[in-house]
Nanobody, 124 residues
Framework: VQLVESGGGSVQAGGSLRLSCAAS????????FGWFRQAAAKRREWVAS???????TYADSVKGRFTISLDNAKNIMYLQMNSLKPEDTGTYYC???????????????????WGQGTQVTVSS
């Protein structure tokens, strides 16, 4: 399984970015996928997940601002990030839970494969 993130960058507070995660070796309609982020000197934290049936869940800190979605035809997962805040700054990772048809995935320990990360910087 290989996961490759893209779409990071630098924006001002209030701006938007869309991250992409291209997966090979794992289908979005079979496995649970998620986004995590890690700020400097902080632990990696869960941001959002999407299950094989399309159920989405979000961390409270991003609910209403971020949207996780899939393009099954292209096997790409997206994270649309709106109303960005400086505290959203960090390296964003996509990850996959290799349990087939998991109905939920959130703890970091559920995820087996990780991308290399893409940097998001939000300035005030």
């Amino acid at each position: 399984v290989q996961l490759v993130e893209s779409g990071g960058g630098s924006v001002q507070a209030g701006g938007s970015l869309r991250l992409s995660c291209a997966a090979s070796g794992a289908s979005y309609n079979r496995y649970c996928f998620g986004w995590f982020r890690q700020a400097a000197a902080k632990r990696r934290e869960w941001v959002a997940s999407i299950t094989p049936d399309g159920t989405t869940t979000y961390a409270d800190s991003v609910k209403g601002r971020f949207t996780i979605s899939l393009d099954n035809a292209k096997n790409i997962m997206y994270l649309q990030m709106n109303s960005l805040k400086p505290e959203d700054t960090g390296t964003y990772y996509c990850a996959v839970d290799s349990r087939p048809y998991a109905t939920a995935c959130r703890p970091e320990g559920d995820f087996d494969y990780w991308g290399q990360g893409t940097q998001v910087t939000v300035s005030s």
